[in-house]
């Protein structure tokens, strides 16, 4: 009786764990996918920066070769300009947004890490704890959790 009771109490706790590691690995790759995005959005951002600089840089170009005969040329100079200054507001609040979310997935992966290391630390305790024998099936299944905790925790790293 007490053994199918620890057995019970044994695969519950298995099953949690089981359904702690999916959470974990589920966050994972969430933080993989906006260090993705990051990445992305990094690599438009600096083609929207060289995109600007060779636009400034033409234009410029124009003032000098142009001559202002009258007042209508710099009107839409002045509107072009305007726009790039929306477009870099824009882009700077956007980069600040991924920023913000590169924080947070540095956050989380650390939260990760510490549950990872807590979660290995338990099932340590726990294999300290089971007898030597007749457990040996429920041993084999808490060492593989242990191994592809560990392999989840270093492939974030």
């Not at 620890?6 to 690995?25: G, M, N, P, R, V």
């Not at 808490?142 to 191994?147: A, F, H, T």
Request: charged share 35%; proline share 2%.
């Amino acid at each position: 009786m007490a053994r199918d009771q620890d057995s019970h109490h044994w695969e519950k706790e298995l099953k949690q764990a089981e359904e702690e590691i999916q959470k974990l690995t589920q966050q994972i790759i969430s933080a993989k996918d906006l260090k993705s995005k990051l990445d992305t959005a990094s690599a438009l951002l600096l083609d929207l920066k060289a995109e600007l600089a060779a636009y400034m840089e033409s234009k410029l170009k124009e003032g000098t070769n142009e001559e202002h005969s009258n007042g209508e040329l710099e009107r839409p100079e002045r509107k072009t300009h305007t726009d790039i200054q929306a477009a870099v507001a824009s882009a700077k609040k956007e980069l600040e947004e991924v920023k913000l979310n590169i924080e947070k997935a540095n956050t989380e992966v650390n939260y990760l890490k510490v549950a990872a290391i807590s979660l290995q630390s338990e099932l340590e305790k726990e294999n300290l704890l089971l007898p030597p024998l007749g457990r040996e099936k429920e041993w084999h299944r808490l060492q593989l959790l242990l191994w592809k905790l560990s392999w989840t925790v270093l492939d974030q790293k």
